[in-house]
Structures are given as structure tokens and as C-alpha cells.
């Protein structure tokens, strides 16, 4: 059974810091390119940052550039986002996503979301 698990949202001032996690099982974690998207109120989902399989290639929003920091550890079949320097506009629910492509088929997983709000 393919599953995606986040977790480590909350409740944070601006300036704050927080680190997600997304545990994956079921499938083919380290040849997978993971992501992670946030989805306002109001507003349609957004995709934050991703990195390759292997963990050598990043890419970011213009929006969290110098603040958030993809990774991930395929030992632990884990991906993570540390979030620095915290706004209220970061406010979000954050999903985790995998794509997985197998020859020519491809595979999109995501998580349940997690939420993050960020607000003094």
C-alpha cells in the first residue's frame, strides 16, 4: 500500500522556523522525484520545492528561495523541508508529493497535507 506521511506542521511567529517531514512506503522512494506543494485558503495549490531522486538537483518558488531547503535521505525513505524565516503569507496546508515514472507510465502519490500557519 503506497503511502505518503507528513508531519512537524504547526503553529509558528513569523521569523520561526519548521521542519516537515514526508515518510514514504510502498514503492520505489529513492527513484522517485519528490516535491512538496502548499495550498492557501482561497488560493489554488502551489509547488514549493522538489529534488531529484538521487538528491542532486533542487528547484524552488521564487517565493522561498533562501528560506526553505529541500532534501531528503533515502535510507529513511524520507523527504523534508526545513522552513526558515517563517511569514504569515507562508500560511498553508504543505503536501507532499512523488512522482515516479516506470518506463512510460507515471506514477503521482501524495500525502494528506499538513498544516502550517504562521501568525503572531
Known amino acids: 500500500q503506497v503511502q505518503l506521511v507528513e508531519s512537524g506542521g504547526g503553529l509558528v511567529h513569523p521569523g520561526g522556523s519548521l521542519r516537515l517531514s514526508c515518510t514514504a512506503s510502498?514503492?520505489?522512494?529513492?527513484?522517485?522525484?519528490m516535491r512538496w506543494y502548499r495550498q492557501a485558503p482561497g488560493k489554488e495549490r502551489e509547488l514549493v520545492a522538489g529534488?531529484?531522486?538521487?538528491?542532486?538537483?533542487?528547484n524552488y518558488a521564487e517565493s522561498v528561495k533562501g528560506r526553505f531547503t529541500i532534501s531528503r535521505d533515502n535510507g529513511k525513505k524520507t523527504a523534508y523541508l526545513q522552513m526558515n524565516s517563517l511569514k504569515p503569507e507562508d500560511t498553508a496546508v504543505y503536501y507532499c508529493?512523488?512522482?515516479?515514472?516506470?518506463?512510460?507510465?507515471?506514477?503521482?502519490?501524495w500525502g494528506q497535507g499538513t498544516q502550517v500557519t504562521v501568525s503572531s
Open positions: 510502498g514503492f520505489d522512494f529513492s527513484s522517485s522525484y
Open positions: 508529493n512523488a512522482l515516479l515514472i516506470i518506463r512510460v507510465t507515471r506514477f503521482d502519490y
Open positions: 529534488i531529484s531522486s538521487a538528491g542532486g538537483t533542487t
